[in-house]
């Protein structure tokens, strides 16, 4: 079984490189989805985003404001230090958790789809850790373009995380999503080939060594 972790700035095309793994038979497990999942409305994480930034991050019906929230943590690093302190260890707890059921039911490749896992210091924590990556100002355009974000909260989110350098230096293998979506899914395709033809190979898990070309 191969344990990988999934990245990439906003906008650079990770969320296509995660659905094409779905779609191959990878176990994807969406940590985005699982933060949502741990704050929802009367758990426990909830209570205690409440507790740290007040009764301002909560809609009338008592569930999270996530856009109240965003204006705070991605304006103030401190804000957002507090709040992925929170968040963090609840979602490794659930992840955990999916793994294991994904290793019982024979999954040979495991994918973590983390948006902030180098910021999170996971970077080590895999066999194989993909990077998608495409140059800064696209990921703005994308951003403002297809999903109505002015250009100043782009580059805001934008500065929010890890920047390319690290990433990139993190990375085993870079996946090159300033093209099409279907160049793109090409490379997650050849990169699958690779990963389950090693895994049959092997037997197991193995340590890559250096970054891939795909």
Do not use: C, Y
């Amino acid at each position: 079984m191969r344990r990988v972790g999934l990245t990439g700035g906003i906008a650079a095309g990770k969320s296509t490189v995660s659905l094409r793994l779905r779609q191959l038979g990878a176990a994807v497990i969406d940590h985005d989805v699982l933060a949502r999942e741990v704050v929802e409305a009367g758990s426990p994480g909830l209570a205690a985003v409440v507790e740290a930034f007040g009764p301002q991050v909560l809609t009338a019906l008592g569930t999270l404001d996530r856009s109240a929230l965003g204006r705070i943590v991605f304006m103030d690093p401190r804000a957002r230090a507090t709040l992925n302190r929170i968040v963090h260890p609840l979602v490794k707890e659930a992840a955990a958790a999916l793994e294991a059921d994904a290793i019982a039911e024979g999954n040979v490749v495991v994918v973590h789809d983390i948006p902030l896992l180098v910021e999170t210091g996971q970077a080590g924590h895999f066999d194989e850790l993909v990077v998608v990556d495409a140059p800064a100002d696209q990921r703005v355009r994308r951003l403002v373009e297809g999903r109505g974000m002015s250009a100043e909260d782009a580059w805001t989110r934008l500065a929010a995380q890890a920047d390319d350098e690290a990433r990139l230096e993190a990375a085993d293998v870079v996946l090159d999503g300033s093209g099409s979506v279907d160049g793109l899914r090409a490379q997650v395709d050849a990169l699958w080939d690779r990963w389950t033809g090693e895994v049959s190979a092997l037997g197991g898990t193995a340590r890559s060594g250096g970054a891939h070309p795909v």
